[in-house]
């Protein structure tokens, strides 16, 4: 099974990824880790997105569009299908997706689209720390590390995104409801959405994701 999972920033799609590709055997293929990683390495693909993200715009299709391809040009072998986090983010790379995947095995299957009022997506976002080292994601307001700044997991320091402050999360947002709500419609279009109600404990949401992905 192809999954795609959108939501705007804070909606929850890195916390329930992890949980789905766990469960689903899927290969989880986030665009914003990848550019992260990039970023870290100082790679060329890094020094040209980092222009972007650090104001919280999004990156050229182009540069994207290449990006996924490749990175499913070379799925591991074993999985059941992919997990798609943060792609397509708008209406071209929609088209262009599915353009290209059209008739192979990477078509998408099912859109899980996690809704969350504005409101509560700012607090989520100020307040979300991640662990570099193992990608567990903390919430100084909802979900605290047990020492603050400190992974319960794997015990590393935890960090904050540099693009999680108030100016660029105001840029990202007003930046998804533009570009990607119209990516919502092109595959409501192809009756493949299943609306998520992200706004409620995490057990509730979950229920309600495996429900879609059963149906
Ligand atoms: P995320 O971790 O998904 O919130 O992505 C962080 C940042 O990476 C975004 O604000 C964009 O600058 C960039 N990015 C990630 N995915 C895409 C995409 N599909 N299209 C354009 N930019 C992207």
């Known amino acids: 099974m192809n999954i795609v999972i959108t939501g705007a920033p ?97 078509h998408a299957d099912k859109i899980l689209y996690l809704d969350v009022p504005h409101e509560v997506l700012t607090k989520r976002i100020i307040g979300r720390r991640t662990c570099p080292d193992c990608g567990e994601i903390y919430n100084i307001y909802f979900k605290p590390a047990k020492q603050e700044g400190t992974c319960d997991a794997c015990g590393a320091a935890l960090t904050a995104r540099a693009d999680d402050n108030p100016e660029s999360f105001a840029t990202r947002l007003h930046e998804y409801d533009d570009l990607t709500q119209p990516v919502i419609r092109f595959y409501e279009d192809q009756n493949k959405v299943s609306v998520i109600n992200a706004n409620q404990g995490f057990d509730e949401i979950w229920n309600e994701i495996v429900r879609a992905l059963q149906a």
């Open 10 to 106: 804070g909606s929850g799609k890195g916390t329930f990824s992890n949980r789905i590709k766990d469960v689903y055997n899927l290969e989880h293929i986030s665009t914003g880790d990848i550019f992260r990683e990039n970023i870290s390495k100082q790679t060329p693909l890094g020094v040209e997105a980092k222009k972007y993200m650090d104001e919280g715009h999004l990156v050229p299709d182009e540069l994207v569009d290449r990006m996924v391809l490749a990175t499913l040009d070379t799925l591991p072998e074993g999985k059941d299908g992919y997990l798609l986090d943060g792609y397509p983010r708008t209406l071209e790379q929609a088209q262009a997706f599915d353009r290209m995947t059209q008739g192979t095995s990477l």
